[in-house]
């Protein structure tokens, strides 16, 4: 394990190299079947029984392509500004290991069905940078190790493994960038935006459930340093299937001044495969990485190759939804954002929040109001993401309508967000068990008024004399009075008309 005394200080990593990212992204697809077979994909199915002869590798099975992954494949691949191969096949990548159970991966090498696009990534700040896309391949998954025993869950140390081979075959996608220069400090951020665009991308396709915490959605992270004015790339690791976005721009950060600390003091970076460490934010060797001739790949001999028509293609592209960045520019429009205010929308996770919200009934202004405040504050105060909060956009519009429709003030809204925050119901149960509810009744408001006017004669006395501003002392004590439970504007009407006003 790397200790952070033998780290490099990031902002000395910055000034003294130039990083170069390599991004891989595997997205499993969601497809009814996997890859070459007719066996389901349900996540969390008991083990071992999602399989048969083929994405076993038993002798005499044989693959079947899977169309709709293709079809997905080549709308992914539309999405990302890609080139649709007119011809393509599959490959066996060649290597041994527990969870895959052919000992060999089917996979595309030299002619994957996707190549040469790209994705524009917009950072925090609203400046735009675009990656490149070397291709997008399709392939199957492997099985899955479960190591007991031992403190870290891996192999070493562990009493002994476990596999589970149901997610063999399903349908990957393997995305890959072609090297990132130029982002210099902003690496790790320029990693983290890439894969959080390419996840908002992929679920606007409805091509994948893209979760991250079920490994639907994994990035290896290549990183390397090079010298400043150096042209020569430096040795690359490979920190594997990193599993959260966060995780993806510490673990780039990490490597970064790791190799930093490596190189100056006269080192070598060995090329190898990397684990991310969640708890501790590091990264630690794994295996020394194989170079492709290593994997041996030879086309797949029992699959036919891929040859998807020109006219397929332009009906598949007239399929794509509306992407995620054509959608931000027409809720720019519709809701009169300006650059920065839409900019901060979507860096604190609030748009789909709010769009949702506005689909319930509410006005875009009210849904803002309250998802950008005091929705914000309560989910700081957790220290949660903004749409882990336990109230829907529906319920939210709901409480909007009660204010809008005099049912509720603002001070009582904030109460029944609270009860529905705190689990206990809709927001008409809360309004009904909490008692909430303005009182309308004018006779009662009369009354609190001029029970607060006779308590304080000299406040009165000014608002009879002009002063109106006094009026808010009356207010706040009929305010008090009822709880809370009265309409704050008639209240102060109320006063004013008392008052000869």
């Not at 501003?469 to 439970?485: F, R, Y």
Request: overall charge negative; glycine content about 8%.
């Amino acid at each position: 394990m790397t200790r952070v005394a033998d780290l490099m200080d990031y902002a000395e990593v910055v000034e003294r190299f130039d990083p170069v990212l390599g991004l891989e992204v595997h997205v499993e697809l969601s497809t009814n079947t996997k890859m070459f077979c007719g066996c389901p994909t349900t996540f969390g199915a008991e083990p071992n029984t999602q399989v048969c002869p083929t994405c076993l590798g038993l002798p005499g099975a044989l693959p079947a392509v899977n169309g709709k992954a293709v079809e997905s494949a080549i709308r992914i691949g539309l999405a990302l500004n890609c080139e649709i191969a007119a011809w393509c096949r599959f490959a066996r990548k060649n290597y041994f290991y527990p969870d895959q159970p052919k000992n060999f991966q089917t996979s595309q090498y030299d002619e994957p069905i996707a190549f040469n696009g790209y994705l524009d990534v917009v950072l925090e700040d609203g400046e735009v940078f675009r990656v490149d896309i070397e291709r997008a391949h399709m392939e199957e998954d492997t099985g899955k190790s479960l190591h007991v025993g031992g403190a870290t869950g891996r192999i070493h140390g562990a009493d002994y493994s476990l596999l589970d081979y149901n997610r063999a075959g399903v349908p990957l996608i393997e995305i890959v960038t072609k090297p990132l220069e130029g982002a210099g400090e902003r690496a790790p951020e320029v990693a983290k935006a890439y894969v959080s665009a390419l996840r908002d991308l992929l679920r606007a396709l409805d091509v994948s459930d893209v979760r991250m915490d079920q490994g639907s959605l994994r990035c290896d992270a290549n990183v390397s340093l090079k010298p400043k004015g150096q042209a020569e790339f430096g040795t690359r690791t490979e920190t594997k299937n990193v599993n959260s976005l966060r995780s993806v721009e510490r673990a780039v950060r990490f490597e970064m001044c790791r190799q930093g600390a490596v190189l100056a003091e006269g080192g070598r970076i060995v090329q190898e495969t990397r684990h991310f460490d969640e708890s501790s934010g590091s990264t630690s060797a794994g295996r020394t990485k194989e170079t492709a001739e290593d994997y041996r790949y030879f086309p797949e001999p029992d699959l036919a190759p891929v040859a998807p028509s020109t006219e397929w293609v332009e009906e598949l592209r007239a399929t794509l939804p509306e992407l995620p960045w054509e959608r931000l520019k027409r809720i720019q429009g519709d809701w009169q954002l300006t650059d920065a205010e839409l900019r901060d929308l979507v860096n604190a996770g609030a748009v789909d929040l709010i769009a949702a919200t506005v689909d319930a009934g509410s006005s875009p202004a009210e849904a803002r109001r309250w998802w950008v405040a005091y929705l914000t504050q309560q989910a700081n105060t957790r220290g949660i993401e903004l749409v882990e909060l336990s109230i829907t956009p529906v319920q939210v519009a709901r409480v909007i309508e009660l204010v809008n429709g005099g049912s509720l003030t603002n001070t009582m809204a904030k109460d029944v967000v609270d009860g529905v925050l705190a689990g206990e119901g809709s927001p008409d149960e809360v309004v009904e068990g909490r008692g909430l509810k303005v009182v309308s009744d004018d006779s009662a408001l009369e009354a609190a008024v001029d029970e607060a006017l006779a308590a304080q004669p000299d406040v009165a006395e000014k608002i009879r004399s002009g002063k109106v501003q006094a009026a808010g002392a009356i207010v706040g004590a009929v305010m008090k009075a009822t709880k809370g439970q009265a309409d704050a504007k008639k209240v102060r009407d109320l006063v004013i008309a008392r008052c000869g006003g």
